[in-house]
């Protein structure tokens, strides 16, 4: 934006000023976006850890982790903090739990049915929480086994082939670390710096609107019936 403009994209310039209102405007358009709408049919989900750091005189990783879902055959993507997760002895990220998603919106975001009346059905990478996750929402579930080197297959869900994996969420994840600067502190004033999830949903709006035409005036226009 600052090339573009010949201005300086230093921090505190004009061009800097407006960038961190747009990047604001645009996180809380996608916010209230995926709290007006719901998921159905195929919904691939999982997981991620945006960042990790060592606590300070142990040996302890702790991992700020994301939850996602993607519809497939759409551009809705909704994404969720679970906030900090802890793996003793430089561990590797610990998965997502079942009680971590419960405690997000994404119940209620889900509908038990499509608009034709088909069970909604959950993809997962074989994490433990999804069994129980699905059961409590009455939907179905298929997974694969990352576990075990499985990464597709194909299985019948509603008398059709369907294929098993969770390369859509996958790349969703991609795309979003890729979005975040590599230069933002993961922490701010002792606490998971609120920039990571908002260049997060930046990213979420913008892969959300990318068929639209005019994104200005599309962020425009929602932002101002906020």
Known sequence: MASIFHLSGQVGSPVHRLATMLRSAEAECVLKMQNSR?????VEVDGTSLRSWRLPGTQTLAYYQLFGAVQRGSRMVHIYSIGVSHARNMGKPPPESFARIFQTAF???????DNEGRTSCLISDGAPCYPKLTRELKVLHRSVSHASGEFVKKEKIHGRQVSIHTGEIDNVWHAIKAAIPKSLTTKRKGEVNPLLLQYARQWQWRWSNSRCSNLALATARYFRDL
Request: glycine share 8%; proline share 8%.
């Open 38 to 42: 719901k998921l159905a049919g195929l």
């Open 107 to 113: 119940p209620k975001d889900l509908d038990r049915t």
